[in-house]
């Protein structure tokens, strides 16, 4: 095998996320899935697509801006916007067709998308006490044909541009007006459930509704046509800081959010059916320029609110229920605190409850021999229990320390909200360290029988600990808890310079440290010693770990990913990139989870943490692995990683060709890797065994089990 490689190949990160987000389009068009989770996925695309306007394509189309100052002819980032469009008008096209499908589906179940035209008595009355009661004084029309100015508008909500005329009492001293009124979907449900008729349930978008009210709304300007056409546009999501100012970083930051709403707009979204006067005179009150993004669309935009379509007491068309799984060494153990000095701890998110972190939280607040609590948040829950409990420590007497990350996008107002009440109940709040992003999930606690910390893949963030596949170690072994403190010892005094020989710390090793893991495969490979790399990760892009990857595969590595989100690797390239393997998997838990495997000559080496395989996380932010020793925890994530690569139910190739082909789909058992965790974990539990393996024995309960679930060739 060739030992160089001869040309990075590699896929543009935007491009693969893309790819990405298409994989979710796919989960909305798979009638194996329950309907209205198919709703819900097109929610969620169309969620992720607007953020990804507001970030990415904002970022692309700067740099294009650039760079056409430089070189007119021929950009990068005008290719690769270019195609991101293209791909965009592609996935619309896409995104309508299974709409309208999954339209027709909820009529076969007895559930029915009306409109204003297509209402009874009794739901036009109904629709008429709905507005007078509820809807009227939440309207508030703006009569845009009167105004100098460009309104001030939100790019997060929708709006109907509303033209206004007379059809039969003609007039030419009435003129047409033309009137923007914001859908209130603030207050109010995106989807009205009208009263149905017999077994027919109607369900009514609010835009509808207030087409529908539009002559009561209007009935002072004594006109008798009405159109209404939805319109939305997206506003570059980037803060800007003012540097130059003697302010505090929470003042700055603060500032930062409000310029967003100033930002430009960078996409115009509409129903392809407005007409031309009443969309050019839209474009140019809200200075809408030929080199945004327009999309033309259907009647509805904005349909991330999907994710929140009414269920109609019909459980059978989502999915099964999953509760959370008890952990039976937390249930019989009184102190989690002495549980875990004795012994490794985990919990697998949302497999296992979040509460479980809750409750060494309570306990660390309430325990007299705990002293401190450290702690790194980036996002959190909207109630957040786990504020209420380290406020409850510091109200204790414990001396709490929040590391707040500020710059977390689009949670920078909460953070700001949370980081205030922490400091008035006297927890000692840092906010985050100029120039980095604190990414890191760490929570160190101070003993006086010994201390303990916990280490993970994601946010400590009960909303999304329900539907995020995330790990949590929890460990009291003294070498990785000592440098978990120094993490935040660092993060107080950032003029420290720690070393650290257990943890994998960014941005001041982690890049030398992951390549030197990959080459010790490279080498150990040449050598003939068993050299493979298995991990699941968020996102793999940057470039050169990439190209340590080509050379490993080279070398003969067995290289296996679960890649769920942006991935720039190329595989099956002959001589470069025919050993690497990559499959995403998009099912009902979001994978966030960051496991890595390296076989390190037949004597394995285990991490969990927070980074994905990027620039930004790598050179830019404070991010953490930690190594896992415990035997059985270490079993337990090769096993997640081999159920993930054995899946052929909901993994989808990822070979950086934007095909996203399912992985083995004919002639094989069905096996669908959450599932199978999921009822692994249950059956582990009925069986009398925790979170961690009590028993080898070949006879044991639990082998039995584990036979169940043989590797993957």
């Known amino acids: 095998m060739k030992n160089k490689v001869k040309k990075n190949y590699t896929v543009n990160r935007d491009i693969s996320w893309m790819y990405f987000n298409r994989r979710i389009l796919d989960e ?24 990804f306007f507001q970030i990415r394509i904002a970022t692309l189309r700067r740099m294009s801006e650039l760079e056409e100052n430089m070189h007119p002819v021929g950009t990068k980032s005008g290719k ?6 293209k791909l965009n008008e592609e996935y619309t096209r896409y995104f309508e067709a299974i709409f309208l499908n999954l339209k027709e589906e909820l009529q076969q179940e007895g559930i ?7 209402l009874t008595p009794d739901q036009e009355r109904f629709i008429d006490n709905f507005y007078k009661e509820e809807l009227m004084n939440s309207l508030f029309p703006i009569l845009v044909s009167r105004m100098a100015v460009e309104p001030k508008l939100n790019d997060k909500s929708i709006y109907l541009a509303v033209k206004i005329s007379n059809k039969v009492n003609v007039d030419k001293k009435d003129k047409k007006e033309y009137a923007l009124i914001e859908v209130p ?13 017999g077994a027919k349930n109607c369900i009514m978008f609010l835009d509808d509704v207030i087409r529908y009210c539009l002559p009561r709304i209007f009935a002072q300007l004594n006109r008798d046509s009405y159109e209404a056409y939805t319109i939305k546009f997206t506003r570059d999501a980037e803060m800007e800081f003012d540097n130059t100012a003697y302010q505090g970083v929470l003042e700055k930051v603060s500032k930062g959010v409000k310029s967003r709403k100033s930002g ?9 059916d407005i007409p031309a006067d009443l969309l050019r005179f839209t474009g140019t009150l809200l200075k809408i320029g030929k080199n945004d993004v327009h999309v033309s669309g259907g009647r509805y935009h904005n349909l991330k609110d999907l994710t929140s379509f009414p269920t109609l007491n019909r459980p059978e068309l989502n999915y099964i229920n999953h509760p959370p799984i008890p952990v039976r060494a937390f249930e019989e153990s009184i102190s989690l605190i002495a549980l875990i000095r004795k012994k490794d701890q985990y919990i697998h998110c949302p497999y296992h409850s979040f509460d479980n972190f809750i409750r060494l939280l309570r306990e660390s607040a309430i325990n007299p021999e705990v ?10 829950a909207r109630n957040s229990k786990v504020i209420k409990a380290l406020i409850c420590a510091a109200m204790n007497g414990k001396k709490v320390t929040a590391i707040v990350e500020l710059l977390a996008r689009f949670d920078e107002s909460s953070n700001i909200s949370w980081a205030n009440k922490m400091q008035e109940a006297g927890i000692k709040v840092i906010l985050g360290v100029e120039g980095l992003k604190v990414h890191s999930k760490l929570t160190h606690i101070s003993s006086r ?8 893949t994601g946010n400590f963030h009960e909303g999304t600990a329900s539907v995020y596949t995330d790990f949590t170690l929890m460990t009291a072994r003294k070498e990785i808890v000592d440098e978990v403190e120094s993490v935040f010892a660092f993060l107080e005094q950032p003029y420290l310079t720690p070393t650290f020989k257990q943890l994998i710390v960014a941005p001041q090793y982690m890049r030398k440290k992951l390549m030197g893991l990959i080459k010790t495969e490279t080498d150990n490979a040449r050598k003939g010693k068993p050299a493979y790399i298995t991990c699941i990760i968020n996102h793999l892009v940057d470039e050169k770990i990439i190209e340590k990857l080509y050379l490993a595969s080279n070398a003969g590595v067995v290289i296996k990913l679960l890649v769920r989100g942006n991935c720039s690797l190329v595989t099956g390239i002959p001589g470069q990139s025919e050993n690497i393997q990559a499959f995403g998997i998009i099912d009902r838990y979001l994978e966030h989870s960051r496991i890595l495997i390296f076989a390190n000559g037949g004597n394995e080496r285990y991490f969990i943490g927070s980074a994905d395989w990027m620039v930004r996380n790598l050179d830019y932010r404070v991010e953490v692995y930690a190594p896992v020793y415990d035997p059985d925890i270490q079993k337990q994530l090769k096993r997640i990683i081999e159920f993930g690569l054995k899946d052929n139910v909901k993994a989808r ?4 060709s934007g095909n996203n082909l399912l992985k083995d789909p004919l002639n094989k058992l069905p096996f669908r890797s959450q599932e199978e965790l999921y009822q692994f974990y249950k059956t582990t539990y009925e069986a009398g065994f925790g979170t961690v393996e009590k028993s080898d024995q070949e006879s044991s309960p639990l082998s039995l089990i584990i036979k169940k679930y043989a590797k993957t060739p």
């Open 28 to 51: 909305a068009s798979n009638r194996t899935n329950p309907l209205l989770e198919r709703l819900s996925f097109l929610g969620i695309y169309s969620n992720n697509l607007d953020e």
């Open 80 to 85: 690769i916007l270019k195609k991101i469009l």
């Open 112 to 118: 029915f998308l009306v409109n204003e035209t297509q």
């Open 185 to 197: 979907t603030g207050e109010f449900s995106r989807f009205l459930v009208l009263p149905g008729e």
């Open 264 to 272: 430009l707009p960078i996409r115009f979204v509409y129903d392809r």
């Open 371 to 380: 002293k401190a609590i450290k702690i790194s948040l980036y996002r959190l």
């Open 449 to 456: 029988k010994g201390n303990i910390a916990c280490i993970g």
């Open 653 to 656: 190739i990822v070979d950086g």
